[in-house]
């Protein structure tokens, strides 16, 4: 697929996965709600239930920025299967106006998060490449 | 969800995502068919297109063994959402037998093998823990 329908299919994706490695090398894998902004992707970490789980990824991307983010459409008729890969560098948004900004594109895009705005951190996935197939 | 409905949830799935670790130690994400015999996870390398991309993942998990599949569950209800991840180590089958034993089981979940044998690789994911939510 050309570039611009991927990019159209990632604005769409209402569910991507995200994979991060953990400190011990093991990957960490785990669905997702995000917004494509430019060249970032952003997606915020449930604040309930506040586990040990939400709080992975952080610490995973801390020690190893390395991500990817994964679109995919599957079917039982497989003529119709696509998937895009979005390589990244990840980081917890730190800048307050950049985290503004982002919850209110994902606010933008989920209206979710209008009634239960995401109290916690939010990731920013710094696109470094993107794979397509078919 | 209890074991009982983690199980089942994955066994009817029919699709998951799988993450495995680059030898540089970037994660590497793919959606795949797969089936759950006991233990272990199978899925097939499709043979088309024969693309570095699809011998990615084996060359992966011959440098590093670690793997994680996720199966979910995403609508925009948000309070239906359900995810579920095994955690294992990843092998290219070797054995004929399991081989075949797992091309078998696969087809009898995907009838699309049944038209079209995977020719290539068969990958098996060996389960060590699962987590799920919520």
């Not at 008729?77 to 990244?88: E, N």
């Amino acid at each position: 697929m050309d570039d611009a329908l991927a990019q159209a299919r990632v604005e769409a994706a209402r569910v991507a996965r995200l994979a991060t490695v953990t400190p011990e090398g093991r990957p960490h894998l785990v669905p997702c709600c995000f917004v494509l902004a430019g060249a970032t992707v952003y997606s915020a970490v449930d604040g309930k239930p506040k586990t040990t789980l939400a709080l992975r990824r952080l610490a995973n991307v801390a020690a190893n920025p390395h991500a990817a983010l994964l679109v995919d459409h599957y079917d039982d008729d497989w003529s119709t299967l696509w998937w895009i890969r979005v390589d990244g560098t990840a980081r917890v948004v730190a800048d307050p106006s950049e985290r503004e900004s982002a919850i209110a594109r994902l606010t933008a895009k989920y209206p979710q998060y209008a009634r239960t705005p995401p109290p916690g951190a939010v990731l920013a996935l710094d696109v470094t490449g993107w794979r397509s197939w078919p």
